[in-house]
C-alpha cells in the first residue's frame, strides 16, 4: 500500500488527548503499572498519519503570513458536493445546503435550539455516544433512550416499536439519529432507516442525523445518507458531517450540516450565528480542502481495508481466547464494544476490576458505563496493527486469562 499505517508514532509533547490525558482527572483511564507502555484505545482518534495532501494544504496556506479575515470559497462547497457525491452517492446537493459548524456536537447544540425548549425529551437509542449525553444534559434537555436490542446473530437492530412508544408518551419532536452507530459500530441498511424514519414522520419528529463516521466503513458495507432514504426524510433531516474522524482532524475543529429544507436550513443558522462563535478557521478550511481529493479518496479507501483486518482481528481473537466475551462485530467506526458480562459473571469479577486489570498493563481502553453499557468496555482500534496484537495478547496473559 502506498500509504503508511503501520508506523507508531511517539504523540508525547505533541498535546494528544490520546496519550497526555492518561492519568488526568475526569474520565481519561489511569497510567500503566511500571514496565508497561500506554496503548492508546480509548479517545476515539486514531493514531495513523493522515493524508498528506492535507498537512501539504496547511503548510502551503500558513507560508502566506497574513492571516486576517476570509471568504469561503467555492472550492470549498464543490469539494464537499464533490466528496458527497462519489463517497455517499448524493445528487443535487447545492452550496446553498451547506452551513459550517464547529463541530458536530455544536451542530447538535445549534439544532436542538431551534427544535425543542429546555425541559423538552429528545430521543436517543441506547448505547448512547457520550458527547450526545453532555450536550443534552448541559443545555437542559431531557433524554429519553430507546435501547437497540441484538437479534439472534448479535447484530443490533432498532426497536421501531419501542421508538414509536417513547415518542407518543414524552411528546417528542426531536430525535438524535447517529449513522453509522457509536459505539455499536452499525452501518444501517435502507429499510431500516426507512422504518425509523416513518416513525419519525408519524410522530412529527425532526431528525438530527450525526453522520460523522459515514466515510470508515468496513467490510464492503455501504453507508445510506438519512436525507436519502425518501423525500419526506430529506426535508425532516439535518445531517451533521465532518472529516475530522475520517482523516484525524479533531483539533482542528471544522464540521459542516446539510440541510435541504430552507426553514430548518434559515432557524439552524440563525441560531448558530447568534453567538459570533460559529465561525470557520482557515486553516481548517484548507484541511477540508487537502482531504477531499482524489489522493483523500484513495487513502480512506486503504484506511478502511487496515481497520477492516484490525476488527476482524480483534473479533477473532476474542471468540477464541475470551470465553463470556460478547461483542457485535462492528460494520463501520474503528470501535469495538465489549459486553463482559458473561465472563464477569463467571469469574466473580466486576467492570471495575476487568478495566483496572487493563489499565494496569497499558491497555487504555475505555469505560462502556458512559455509553450506556452496564458491563461494557468501549475499545478503539485505529492503530497500527502490531499494537492492536501487543493490547490483545496483554488482555489474554494478563486480564481474560490471568
Known amino acids: 500500500m502506498p500509504y503508511d499505517f503501520t508506523t507508531i508514532y511517539d504523540r508525547h509533547g505533541k498535546d494528544a488527548l490520546a496519550v497526555e490525558g492518561l492519568g ?17 484505545m480509548w479517545v476515539a482518534d486514531m493514531n ?16 502566506h503570513p497574513l492571516y486576517g479575515y476570509f471568504l469561503t470559497p467555492d472550492a470549498y462547497y464543490d469539494a464537499i458536493i464533490g466528496w458527497q457525491r462519489d463517497r455517499n452517492g448524493v445528487e443535487g446537493l447545492t452550496k446553498d445546503a451547506i452551513g459550517y459548524e464547529n463541530g458536530v456536537l ?11 425548549a429546555p425541559g423538552d425529551a429528545v430521543l436517543l437509542h441506547s448505547p448512547t455516544y457520550i458527547g450526545f449525553t453532555h450536550t443534552l444534559e448541559d ?14 446473530n448479535g447484530t443490533w437492530r432498532m426497536d421501531y416499536a419501542d421508538m414509536d412508544r417513547k415518542c407518543k408518551e414524552n411528546h417528542i419532536h426531536a430525535a438524535i439519529f447517529c449513522s453509522p452507530h457509536n459505539p455499536c459500530g452499525r452501518v444501517w441498511e435502507r429499510w431500516e432507516i426507512e422504518k425509523a424514519m416513518d416513525v419519525y414522520r408519524e410522530n412529527g419528529v425532526t431528525v438530527i442525523s450525526d453522520e460523522i463516521w459515514s466515510d470508515i466503513i468496513l467490510g464492503g458495507h455501504k ?13 425532516r433531516t439535518i445531517a451533521l458531517y465532518a472529516p475530522s474522524k475520517t482523516f484525524n ?7 459542516y450540516h446539510i440541510i435541504y429544507n430552507k426553514t430548518l436550513r434559515d432557524r439552524v443558522a440563525a441560531r448558530s450565528e447568534k453567538t459570533h462563535y460559529n465561525e470557520m478557521n482557515v486553516l481548517s478550511m484548507h484541511a477540508l480542502l487537502g482531504a477531499y481529493t482524489p489522493e483523500g479518496r484513495a487513502w480512506v479507501d486503504e484506511l478502511c481495508a487496515v481497520l477492516t483486518e484490525n476488527v476482524d482481528y480483534a473479533c477473532r ?21 465489549l459486553d463482559c458480562t458473561d465472563w464477569c459473571a463467571a469469574h466473580g469479577k466486576t467492570i471495575d476490576e ?9 491497555v487504555a481502553w475505555q469505560d462502556g458505563r458512559m455509553f450506556h453499557g452496564p458491563c461494557a468496555v468501549r475499545m478503539n482500534l485505529a492503530l497500527p496493527k502490531s499494537l492492536v496484537v501487543e493490547a490483545f495478547e496483554r488482555l489474554d496473559k494478563y486480564v481474560f486469562n490471568a
Open 249 to 255: 482532524l479533531a483539533g482542528l475543529i471544522g464540521s
Open 24 to 40: 488526568k482527572p475526569g474520565f481519561a483511564p489511569p497510567t500503566p503499572k511500571n514496565g508497561f507502555s500506554a496503548i492508546p
Open 139 to 152: 443545555n437542559g434537555y431531557r433524554i429519553v433512550h430507546s435501547p437497540l436490542v441484538q437479534d439472534e
Open 48 to 63: 495513523f498519519a493522515t493524508v498528506p495532501t492535507i498537512p501539504a494544504a496547511i503548510i502551503a496556506r500558513a507560508s
Open 317 to 337: 481473537y476474542i471468540a477464541e481466547h475470551f470465553p463470556g466475551v460478547r461483542v457485535a462485530k462492528p460494520e463501520g467506526t474503528y470501535l469495538l464494544f
Open 354 to 362: 476487568v478495566e483496572q486489570a487493563g489499565w494496569d498493563v497499558g
Open 223 to 235: 453507508h445510506i445518507p438519512t436525507q436519502s432514504v425518501s423525500e419526506d426524510a430529506r426535508q
Open 106 to 116: 455544536g451542530g447538535v447544540a445549534s439544532a436542538l435550539g431551534c427544535l425543542a
